[in-house]
């Protein structure tokens, strides 16, 4: 079949199979330039040897599990809960991506192991831990990067929901339609407490904290382990249905959740990080309100001042600039003790000059004041289309 892209409300509804397995091989020849460059300069005291990735098929999961193997030369373990293709109907992105890295880990002989499980479930833990002992190795490295609408607790059975939703008050604020580049207002009732609870349940810390201390009782977490969680905080403008809302009650969760992990497992050395990353375009965030109109504006800001990153840029950084450094000294934190990767989108000076571009966002000067074309495209790209190298005129077999 002849694919094209297929979306609905900012959903993506389909994707490209060759596209998606060229998307994650252009990301590889990324990291194995940076792989290089590291190679030939001082190396760090220490790097990731063994890497566990908790949702590993996408943004910011396939970012970090790729610079952990081809940048560093890390094996991995990853999980993440995919589409399977069948033989009318394509996967889901993640099932290309990590077939992709696999075969590419393969090929340079680096250890790979994907598991195609609930990452919420015991079965998925069970996993991770078999997977270490049969490799007879411990994790030095364990990355938390689970975006998920819903989860089944472990224990009781019971499903929760999460919702983007403000707490208090309902939420009115521009979004666009990233496609026709129309813009109309969002307006969201707020989230009663159920839907709260849920969204916490879902999206904070607690299923963190299980993994962690899962592989520390199964022994397979090396001594001075270290997990990270990402997250992010935003501009204030995003705050009602962001940071105050009920992800933003989540995120605090998280934030809680890597203190009281890093404090159950002191006697071990382990450290836990809530990494605050940059605003990306992911599968995630392109449903949030507001967040397309003021990502694809922040983009053209960044990109004028030449400090524009993707997740890759993101991660690569978080390595080689806080978790790795070459001189040897702690992870450097904010007041609240978490990493900040997002230093450069929250600086005054772009804060300042995106505000106002947004006060006066309109139809008629979107492409003047946004990038909404750069967002369309990583958008696309996402989901194996406008990938450079790709004939998309092409009959593509799902299964192939």
Known sequence: MIMKPMVR???FLNAHPVGCARETQLQIARADALGAKLAASAAAPRRPGRVLVVGCSTGYGLASRIIAAFSYGASTVGFSFEREPTAVKPGSPGWYANRTFDAEAASRGLFSRTFNVDAFSKEATGLAISAAREGGFAYDLVIY????????????????????KPIGREYAGKTVDVFSGAIS????????????????KVMGGEDWARWIDELEAAGVLAEGAV????????????????????????????????????KRHSARGLEAFVSINKAVVTRASAVIPVIPLYVSTLFKVMKERHIHEDCLDQIARLFDERLYRKDGTSVPLDAEGRIRLDELEMGTSVQEEVSKRLAAASEENLATIADLDGYRED????????????????EVDPLA
């Open 9 to 11: 409300n900012n959903i």
């Open 145 to 164: 990067s689970l975006a998920s609408p819903v989860r089944v607790d472990p224990e009781t059975g019971v499903m929760y929901r999460s919702t983007i």
């Open 185 to 200: 207002e969002a307006r969201i009732l707020p989230a009663d407490e159920k839907e709260t609870a849920e969204t916490v």
């Open 227 to 262: 997990t990270v969680a990402y997250s992010y905080v935003g501009p204030r403008l995003s705050w009602p249905i962001y940071r105050d809302g009920t992800i933003g009650r989540a995120k605090n969760h998280l934030e809680a959740s890597a203190q009281a992990i890093a």
């Open 379 to 394: 958008f696309l790209r996402a989901h194996g289309f406008a990938v450079p190298g790709v004939d998309y005129d092409a």
